[in-house]
């Protein structure tokens, strides 16, 4: 018979559940576990997407563990190279044996007497949902619902005679050999898939309705690679891996303190690979940069393919679909034997999971984020979100040490919970401070910030390192409590008499 309780459940087998496993591993050795993963592979996004050119945006420095270095040549990795770290990873540290494919986690809910989640598992190809209790609940879904992507109503879509795909769902084996292709949309997956595309289509449109912020980066680090060659390998990865954190931060400050600047010289670096006129039409944005997150193209090739002229870019909006193709607002007819809608993701928290505490539902935006790694009002439940500024890794590593970092801190002091209190805090912002459409349509399923620390979501590595791992627990609003002991005792919300 299977067990059913264990100390801790994680939730998803892609990056961020692979490492949190690790992490669990190295700093809560004897911890029982397992990964619940809802698909029946390992990878998360880095399997699940399929599309021609599939690569990180990130550099796999950054992207990469930090407890396992990135050896290939490669910093910008495809997708194929990537799956096959996050394997390599697995088998490394005996992970295998912990995961159960096909168990989509429903419902999670916290009884506070028993201390401990009883989460409802629905089991592929079984009729009953399968009941699993935990000690503590790490949410590794991901930010996105993998069922489907987002996909905006397209007037007359019915009409079109060619194909319709979205890249979260790229059929196996697609040939689109000798088609007319149109990717709808400007964000990293259309960026990826026109270059790509153009190995075998006969041309490729990128359909925007509006431009994008682009640059181009060798796919080689060769100071990564040079260094490899010369120092052992943990050293030369930790060395790579803080030169480029530093690189991200003091662009990404830069882009807040100044600017103008930092757009004007974005766009020098494009116009340094198009025509001024192409670039001015096509490739200047109306928003500031990192208001919306920048596009990253290996060795130009987005570049090379526009100046080959295998493929175009068109900046207008979409009027309808019509049997041979995209007729636009300009009055212009794209025509198309195959239309992408690289048109977003469908943004949700912690995998959609429906969560109860002592009964009661919780509607997640009327809670707080805390320290990027736990909700207000939810007990001994962590939850992955990455950086939007930099690798969703370098948060994904932190979040799992803190998760960690808490579970030995509660045995240590004999706690049976750690609940992050927001007494008398109003919600300040967004979970997401981006401008993003399929951002802005999610937020609503997010939680809160408030208006200052621990209640706000830093985008800074450096500061984060610094509060998660080195900071202190009990800051007075991540309260803990003893099996005898009530949340509003603790919290000083009550006198200890009043029992």
Not at 115 to 126: I, R
Not at 344 to 357: A, M, R, Y
Not at 480 to 492: C, K, L, P, S, Y
Request: with cysteine.
């Amino acid at each position: 018979m299977n067990k059913t309780h264990y100390d801790v459940l994680i939730v998803g087998a892609g990056l961020s559940g692979i490492g949190a496993a690790v992490h669990l591993l190295k700093k809560c050795p004897g911890k029982s576990y397992q990964i619940l993963e809802m698909r029946d592979a390992m990878g998360g996004t880095w399997d699940l997407f399929r599309y021609p050119g599939i690569r990180s945006d990130s550099d796999m420095h950054t992207l990469g563990f930090n407890f396992k270095p990135w050896k290939a040549q490669k910093a910008i990795a495809d997708g194929p190279a990537i799956r096959e770290y996050i394997h390599e990873t697995a088998d490394e540290y005996g992970i295998n044996p912990n995961i159960r494919y096909g168990h989509k986690v429903v419902s999670a809910s916290w009884d506070s007497a028993a201390a401990q989640w009883t989460v409802e598992v629905k089991v592929e190809g079984k009729r009953n949902k399968q009941k699993l209790t935990c000690n503590w609940l790490h949410m590794c879904a991901g930010y996105y619902r993998y069922e489907k992507g987002y996909t905006p109503e397209f007037e007359g879509r019915d009409d079109f005679a060619g194909d319709i795909i979205h890249p979260q769902h790229w059929p196996e084996d697609y040939d689109y050999s000798g088609k007319k292709v149109v990717v709808i949309g400007s964000g990293a997956t259309a960026m990826t898939l026109v270059p790509a595309m153009t190995d075998k289509a006969e041309h490729v449109t990128m359909l925007q309705r509006s431009p994008t912020y682009v640059v181009s980066r060798p796919s080689e680090d060769k100071f990564a690679n040079g260094l490899r060659k010369v120092l052992p390998g943990m050293m030369a990865y930790g060395i790579t891996r803080w030169r480029n954190v530093l690189f991200q931060l003091f662009f990404y400050n830069r882009t807040r303190t100044k600017p103008d600047k930092v757009k004007e010289k974005l766009l020098e670096m494009t116009r340094a690979e198009l025509d001024a006129d192409y670039v001015e039409k096509h490739f200047t944005p109306e928003y500031n940069p990192w208001d919306q997150r920048l596009c990253l193209v290996p060795d130009s090739d987005l570049f090379v393919a526009l100046k080959e002229e295998k493929a175009s870019v068109v900046t207008d909006h979409i009027d309808r679909f019509t049997e041979k193709g995209i007729k636009l607002k300009s009055g212009e007819e794209l025509e198309a034997d195959l239309i992408v809608t690289a048109t977003g993701l469908d943004l949700q928290f912690i995998g959609g999971t429906e969560i109860s505490i002592d009964g009661r539902k919780q509607n997640v935006h009327d809670l707080l984020n805390y320290r990027g790694a736990m909700v207000s009002n939810i007990p001994n439940m962590s939850a992955v979100f990455g950086y939007t500024n930099a690798s969703w890794t370098l948060r994904a590593d932190l979040t799992s040490e803190y998760m960690c970092k808490v579970i030995n801190h509660l045995d240590k002091e004999n706690y049976v919970e750690a609940r992050p209190v927001a007494d008398g805090v109003e919600p300040a912002s967004d979970f997401l401070d981006f401008s993003s459409g399929y951002v802005q349509r999610a937020m609503e399923r997010f939680p809160q910030q408030g208006e200052e620390a621990p209640w706000i979501i830093t985008q800074n590595y450096a500061r984060d390192i610094f509060l998660m791992r080195h900071g202190k627990l009990e800051d007075g609003a991540l309260i803990f409590r003893r099996a005898h002991e009530t949340v509003d005792q603790v919290a000083g919300l009550v006198p200890v008499a009043a029992e």
